[in-house]
Nanobody, 124 residues
Framework: QVQLVESGGGLVQAGGSLRLSCAASGRTFSNYIMSWFRQAPGKEREFVAGLRWSGGRTYYADSVRGRFTISRDNAKNVVYLQMNSLKPEDTAVYYC?????????????????WGQGTQVTVSS
């Protein structure tokens, strides 16, 4: 049983930083892509960043490129999302997702497993 558990969300002022964590368990994730999505109230869920566990290739949405960094800790099976220079428009519930497909990293329908989400609120 695959489990993804997010943590690290909270309230931060604009310009501040947060680090989200996604603890993955239940199988070996070497063939997986691990990604972060977010969903703001009244909006569709959108891709934020992704990382291929094997090889470490990363992907970013244009809106966060240069501000957010996705990384992993192989020993702990944890994926991180370091978020710097946060803006009020980054406010959303952030979800960790895992899948085994190639290509289409930004398409949420391809992901097999999802965490419960963690709230990030950026005040102006």
């Amino acid at each position: 049983q695959v489990q993804l558990v997010e943590s690290g969300g909270g309230l931060v002022q604009a310009g501040g930083s947060l680090r989200l964590s996604c603890a993955a368990s239940g199988r070996t994730f070497s063939n997986y892509i691990m990604s972060w999505f977010r969903q703001a109230p009244g909006k569709e869920r959108e891709f934020v960043a992704g990382l291929r566990w094997s090889g470490g290739r990363t992907y970013y949405a244009d809106s966060v490129r240069g501000r957010f960094t996705i990384s992993r800790d192989n020993a702990k099976n944890v994926v991180y999302l370091q978020m710097n220079s946060l803006k009020p428009e980054d406010t959303a519930v952030y979800y960790c997702a895992a899948g085994t497909f190639a290509g289409g990293e930004m398409w949420d329908k391809l992901y097999n497993y999802w965490g419960q989400g963690t709230q990030v609120t950026v005040s102006s």
